[in-house]
């Protein structure tokens, strides 16, 4: 088991280091190709290259953590802080009533899924950590 957490954290890294290239070399195309985006408000290319930024930054952290067992912690722990807050973030829009509860399954994979998936590498990296 201990042999494939940083390839888990590896693949998780990889595609969202994609997500974040695809939304920085194209964010108009990512606007409309990927379901449910264009129902969250208009499209606005400075904000998609900043969210773009930002998964780059978090997907190296996951790289990085899976090849630097020191660097795990602390780079897994603050990536899956922002990706469970994103995800958070879409349940309370639900809450609110801004969007519908079918929004909920439609996001699971690309939103609530990788926040489980880092939180859990994170959690692991702590018990694993010498300390």
Known sequence: MSKAIPVLAGL???GLIGNGIFMLA?????????PGVTSTGPF?????RD??????LIGSGFLYGAARPGSRVLLWSMG???????????VWE????ICGPEVLPRDFPAVTLPALIASALS????????H
Do not use: C, K, M
């Open 26 to 34: 194209s964010p108009e195309t990512w606007y409309f190709a990927v």
């Open 51 to 56: 969210i773009g930024l930002i998964f780059v």
């Open 80 to 90: 899956a802080i922002w990706l469970s807050g994103h995800a958070l973030f879409h």
């Open 12 to 14: 998780l890294g990889a």
């Open 94 to 97: 639900v809450a609110v009533g």
């Open 123 to 130: 959690v692991w990296s702590l018990r694993h950590a010498d």
């Open 44 to 48: 606005n290319q400075h904000f998609l």
